[in-house]
């Protein structure tokens, strides 16, 4: 299986092309975005739940998982407790899903 990774340096060069800017007044934009997202995911304690909702690109979702107290230690085979804390999912939006299957050929 192969992989593509792309980078922030990727990213503030996309910016940079389709705006038609140099690239520090990219990572600029490309910088606030990401302390926005940043701010806006970490600074709500006060909720279980909290989503940044994208239209025609997806969700981030903050929210907390519960103790489990069913795990084990695969080496000591020890019971462990894992302590609640928040996670982030990403759900793409139908418009992008499509777009990620077009080329794709049904087997039916």
């Known amino acids: 299986m192969k992989i593509k990774t792309y980078s922030r340096s990727d990213l503030i060069k996309k910016i940079s092309y389709k705006l038609n800017m140099n690239n520090e007044e990219s990572r600029i934009i490309l910088e606030s975005v990401l302390d926005s997202f940043e701010d806006l995911l970490i600074t709500d304690t006060d909720f279980d739940r909290s989503r940044i909702e994208l239209r025609n690109f997806g969700i981030f979702d903050v929210y907390k998982t519960q103790e ?3 795990a084990r230690n695969p080496k000591t085979k ?5 302590p609640p804390r928040k996670k982030v999912v990403f ?3 139908k418009r992008i899903k499509n777009l990620l299957n077009k080329n794709t050929v049904s087997r039916n």
């Open 68 to 70: 489990r107290t069913n």
């Open 91 to 93: 759900k793409a939006s």
């Open 78 to 82: 020890e019971s462990v407790i894992i």
